[in-house]
DNA sequence: TTGATTGATCGAACCGTTTCGACTACGAAT
DNA sequence: ATTCGTAGTCGAAACGGTTCGATCAATCAA
C-alpha cells in the first residue's frame, strides 16, 4: 500500500507538502499541485484512514445501537441513516444487542475504543445507572426511538401516546367498548407511553379498561401470538385489539387467524408503526405509522451537528417529536352485537 | 481519555511494560501486572483501537456491503453475521449500495481506505471490469449470494436453480402447464440461475416457454407488480407465477387481488426466498428458501479463516452451495380448468 | 569462578498522517 | 535601502499504541 511518503519521493517534495496539497489546506502552487497529483496517481496513493483518525482523535465512523435489525422499522432506520452519513463522508457501524441491557453498556464502551465521532441509539433500557453511564460517555450521543430519563441526550421520536390515543379514539367512534390493548414492557420509554395513550383515550370516552384486558408482552411478535390466543378465549373477549408495535399486530394477526376467527368481522385488530408490504396482507391493518424517515433525517442532522460545531458535545440537548399518521386499512368493523 | 501513558506514569512503569502486562504478551512479574491493572482501573484506561490498529496495519473492522437493506434477507444476513463476527471482537459496517453499480466500486474503495479487515459482499454487478477490480483489491473478500465471475473470490450461495426448479417442478406435478417466470435481471448470477431452474424443469417435463411467460423486471415489488398485471391482462394467461424473489411474489400477489383474481383459485403463486411474517400472509406463499442463517454463516467464517491464517489472501478461493427448502404454503392449487 | 540462560523491564523506533513553527524569496510599503 | 508581509516549502513533533533489541540481575551448569 503506497503511503504519502511514496508520493512524496516520487513528487520530489516533503511530506507535509503532499498534505498540503491532497488536502487543499494551505497553500501550494499550481506546479507542485500538479506534481503531487500526478505521483499520487501513480503510485496509486490512498490515505490511511486510520492514521488520519489518529490524528485527529476520533474516527469518522459513527456507530448504530439497535435492538433489533429484524424490526423493519429499524432496517428503514439503518437505510436513511446511511445514507444521510455517507453524504458527509461517514461509515455506521450497525450493532444488535438484542435486547439485552448488559450488551448495550459492552457495545457502547466498545464504540468508545473505536473513537467513533458519534452514536446513534435506540436504547433498549431506561434506568438512572444507564443515564450516568451516556452522560459520562462525553461524546455526541443522540438517542431514537427510546428515550432514557437524565442522560439528557438529543432525542428524537414520534408522539407515541398520540399513536395509541387515535387509534383507540378510532375505534371507539367506530362503537367498540370492549377494546384490549397488548403493549409491551411498561420500563420502555415507549412501551409506557403507548399504554398510557391507550388509557387515555378510554378514560376520554369514559370507557373501563379491565386489568384482563390491558396486557404486557414485548415488541415481538411471538409473545404477543400467545397473549392474544389467552385473550381471546376468555369468555368476555375483547371486539378489538390495540397493539403496540408492527411485530405484535402481525402476532395477533395470526393468533386470529389460527383460532379461526375473522378479522375485521369478529375482531378489529390495530397497530403502532407500519408494516412493510403492508398492502398486501389481508386485512390490510389500520396503523399508527411512524415518520421513520423523518425521524432518521432529524436524528442524522442532530448528530452532524454535533459532531461538526466544535464543542457540540456540551450543546443544549434537543427533541424532536414527530406527529404519526393514521392509515386506515381493512382491519376494522363496527362490532357486530 | 487516558492513554497508555498516563497508565505507565500512575504505576511507575514503562510504557512497553503496560502493553505487554494488559495483552499478556511477554513476562510480566506477578506484582507489575496487579499495579498496572490497577493504575488502569484508576485513569478509566480504554486503549485507542485506532492506534492499535494504524500499528497492526488493518482494523479489526469488517465491510458489509449490500444492495437492499430493506429486503428482509439482507437484513437477516446482517443479523448474523454481526454476531458471529462479534465474538471474534469484530465490528460491522454496513453500506447500502442501492444497486448502483458505481457506488459499488466507491464503496470498496472506501472500506479500504479504512482498512478494514476484511469485506463480505452481495455484489449487484457482474461483469470483467469489476472482477479485475475485486482482484486488485488484495484483501480478504467473501461474495455472498451473488458470483462475480472471475474473481476468483470465496463464494457463498444457495442453489438458485434448483430453487425455481423445485417450484415449477412442484406447480407442474400439480397439473399446470402455462407457467409464467417473473425474474430479475440475467446479467445479475443468481437471476440468470433461477430463470435457468425454471426453464430446465419446463423442458424436462417438454413443456414449452413462450417468450411473453419468461418476464424481466428486477428483484424489488414494484415492477414485478407492473408485469403481472400486465401478464394477468393477456387473453391467454398464465395459470401459476414462479417469482424469482420474496419481494417480487408479495408484489405479485398484490397484482392478483388488485385485480380481482383469487389466489390460488385462480392463480396459483410461488417464489423465491422467505418473506418474514409469511405466516399471516393469506394465502401463505409456497416459497423456496433459502437457509440464511447458514449462508451467513459459513460467509463470516470464510472471511474469518481469511482474516486470521497468515497470507491467508492467496488462499485457494472456496465454494459454499446450501439447499434451499422448498416450504408448501396455501398458494398453489391445481387449474381449474 | 565464569559463562550462558532466562525473566523482567525499559527505551526507542515505527505505523501514516496532520500541523505547527521556521525558513526562504520576493514584491510592496516606508 | 530597509523593513514587512506573505506565498511556498520544509522538518519535526505529535497522535497512542506495539514490538524489537538492549540491559541487568538472578539463576544455573560446568
Redesign the interface.
Known amino acids: 500500500m503506497a503511503t504519502i511518503r511514496d508520493v512524496a519521493k516520487k513528487a520530489g517534495v516533503a511530506i507535509s507538502t503532499v498534505s498540503l496539497a491532497m488536502n487543499g489546506t494551505g497553500p501550494v502552487s499550481a506546479e507542485t499541485l500538479k506534481r503531487v497529483l500526478e505521483a499520487s496517481e501513480a503510485v496509486g496513493y490512498?490515505?490511511?484512514?486510520?492514521?488520519q483518525?489518529?490524528k485527529r482523535g476520533h474516527?469518522k465512523?459513527i456507530g448504530l445501537v439497535l435492538g433489533d435489525?429484524?424490526n423493519?422499522f429499524f432496517?428503514?432506520l439503518?437505510?436513511v441513516v446511511?445514507?444521510i452519513l455517507?453524504d458527509t463522508d461517514h461509515?455506521?457501524?450497525?450493532?444488535?444487542t438484542?435486547s439485552h441491557a448488559e450488551r448495550e453498556r459492552a457495545t457502547l464502551?466498545?464504540?468508545?475504543?473505536?473513537?467513533v465521532g458519534g452514536i446513534l441509539m435506540a436504547p433498549m433500557t431506561n434506568d438512572p445507572n444507564f443515564a450516568a453511564f451516556l452522560r459520562k460517555l462525553d461524546m455526541p450521543v443522540v438517542l431514537i426511538d427510546q428515550n432514557v430519563d437524565g442522560a439528557n441526550l438529543d432525542f428524537v421520536s414520534s408522539d407515541n401516546a398520540l399513536a395509541t390515543t387515535m387509534l383507540t379514539e378510532y375505534l371507539i367512534r367506530m362503537g367498540h367498548r370492549r377494546i384490549a390493548f397488548i403493549g409491551g414492557d411498561p420500563r420502555q420509554w415507549t412501551a409506557a407511553l403507548r399504554r398510557q395513550g391507550f388509557r387515555d383515550a378510554m378514560a376520554a370516552s369514559s370507557l373501563p379498561v379491565e386489568p384482563a384486558m390491558e396486557i404486557v408482552a414485548d415488541f415481538s411478535?411471538e409473545k404477543a401470538y400467545d397473549q392474544v390466543v389467552r385473550l381471546l378465549s376468555l369468555p368476555q373477549r375483547p371486539t378489538a385489539l390495540v397493539t403496540a408495535s408492527n411485530?405484535m399486530a402481525?402476532?395477533a394477526?395470526?393468533a386470529i387467524?389460527d383460532l379461526g376467527f375473522s378479522c375485521p368481522q369478529e375482531i378489529s385488530l390495530t397497530g403502532v408503526d407500519d408494516?412493510?408490504?403492508s398492502?398486501?396482507?389481508?386485512p390490510r391493518l389500520t396503523i399508527a405509522a411512524q415518520p421513520v424517515e423523518e425521524l432518521a433525517r432529524v436524528a442524522a442532522n442532530f448528530l452532524i451537528e454535533r459532531m461538526t460545531h466544535r464543542g457540540g458535545v456540551s450543546l443544549p440537548p434537543r427533541t424532536h417529536i414527530a406527529i404519526p399518521k393514521l392509515v386506515i386499512g381493512t382491519s376494522c368493523a363496527p362490532p357486530n352485537t
Not at 46 to 51: D, F, G, Q, S, Y
Not at 279 to 282: C, Q
Open positions: 490512498k490515505p490511511n484512514v486510520l492514521a483518525s489518529l474516527s465512523l435489525i429484524g423493519p432496517s428503514r439503518l437505510r446511511d445514507s455517507s461509515m455506521v457501524i450497525v450493532v444488535e438484542a464502551d466498545q464504540l468508545r475504543r473505536h473513537r411478535g411485530l402481525l402476532g394477526l395470526q387467524n408494516v412493510p408490504w398492502n398486501v396482507l389481508k
